[in-house]
């Protein structure tokens, strides 16, 4: 896979040379390829959100660089505005930000700064909504009139109809009901799937990371911690205690498991994976 995202050697401080002076990302190295799937997972506090701010050049590094397919992205005015075009950033409660008189016009806010022609604008909007399966006759209505899911939906659509190559999501299923953060997390994987593009997606919610991500960073005090597959990173339950976070719940009852001396395999951290676990160990296929 072609490496798009690198973050070198970044640093950021708050109010430098202020009394209330605050490191919140310390020296941060990590590539991300083309089409993965990331997790990035930490405790409040831990710098998740200004790292993530730095990935379209909303936030300047005190040091370090952003470099996107190897280039700088504070090379140049015309680099870091292509950036933000190329990193589509959703933050918490994203349809806070809606402010348009109508759904076609809130979707097509960023394909429209982007230069496009109407055509394509046009195009993209219709695209975009259909993505986050609403129907067009939607696009004509007032985003305030909306429910809080369909809200959530448009905002989505926004980042979509810039098309981007790296989308970045802020805690996407925040405020959410079960069936409601389900229905995100299935957007977001079909659109991942349908376009192929690379996902970074900040969450407190273990059993969210090891749904939807292939690779997940734990970040601590600023620092990356940890990096690696979710059955790497959660076979690690001690230390990410250590840090303020727990593993999925199913995982916990699989350790609790072992720690009652049955002889069960605790690398699982999805229900699928448990339902699995269970049938080999009942059919006598142990260990499993």
Request: glycine share 10%; net charge negative.
């Amino acid at each position: 896979m072609d490496e798009l995202l690198r973050v070198d050697h970044l640093t950021h401080i708050y109010s430098v040379g202020l009394p209330f002076e605050k490191k919140a990302v310390d020296d941060v190295t990590f590539g991300v390829q083309k089409g993965e799937f990331v997790g990035l997972i930490g405790h409040t506090g831990s710098g998740k959100s200004t790292l993530i701010q730095h990935f379209n050049g909303l936030l300047k590094p005190t040091s370090g660089r952003v470099l996107i397919r190897g280039e700088d992205i504070h090379a140049s005015k015309e680099i870091v505005r292509a950036a933000r075009f190329a990193v589509g950033l959703v933050f918490q409660y994203p349809e806070h930000q809606l402010f348009e008189e109508t759904v076609a016009s809130d979707v097509a806010f960023g394909p429209k700064n982007m230069g496009l022609e109407r055509e394509e604008v046009e195009r993209r909007v219709r695209d975009a909504v259909a993505s986050v399966g609403l129907p067009e006759t939607i696009l004509e209505e007032s985003p305030f009139d909306l429910s809080g899911g369909e809200k959530r939906r448009v905002a989505l659509a926004g980042v979509f109809a810039m098309e981007p190559e790296i989308l970045v999501l802020d805690e996407p299923m925040a405020g959410l009901d079960p069936a409601g953060r389900a229905d995100i997390f299935r957007l977001i994987r079909e659109y991942h799937q349908r376009h192929g593009i690379t996902v970074v997606f900040v969450t407190h919610s273990m059993e969210d990371a090891a749904k939807m991500a292939t690779r997940l960073m734990v970040m601590k005090d600023g620092r990356i911690f940890m990096d690696g597959s979710p059955k790497e990173i959660f076979s690690r339950a001690a230390e990410l205690t250590q840090v303020g976070l727990t593993v999925p719940q199913v995982t916990q009852v699989f350790l609790s498991l072992r720690a009652r001396g049955i002889d069960i395999r605790t690398d699982v951290y999805t229900v699928g994976q448990a339902a699995e676990a269970l049938i080999r160990y009942k059919g006598g296929d142990r260990p499993c």
